[in-house]
């Protein structure tokens, strides 16, 4: 099972899970998803005028998740 990568590897199933914003999770939602998905580190892409203006996920650090900030500059011309 698994994800085929470009590379044709395979990610094993369950070992990335992606979601939108997570600023806006209750405790309770945030409880479930990493006892549920074994959730130990959150990788946020997101530059750091979004998260002021969105927020920090504090419902996952509330469960001790590891955060971290791999901000992505869109305007890099690679990304065009």
């Known amino acids: 099972g698994g994800m ?19 600023a806006h999770w209750s405790d309770e939602a945030a409880k479930h ?20 203006k969105f927020g920090r996920p504090e419902a996952l650090l509330k469960q001790k998740v590891e955060w971290v900030s791999l901000a992505i500059d869109t305007s890099d011309p690679k990304f065009e």
């Open 33 to 52: 998803v990493t006892e549920n998905h074994k959730i130990k580190i959150y990788i946020d892409f997101r530059h750091p005028e979004e998260v002021k």
């Open 4 to 22: 085929v990568t470009r590379c044709d590897r395979r990610l094993k199933t369950g070992q990335v899970f992606r979601t939108g914003n997570v």
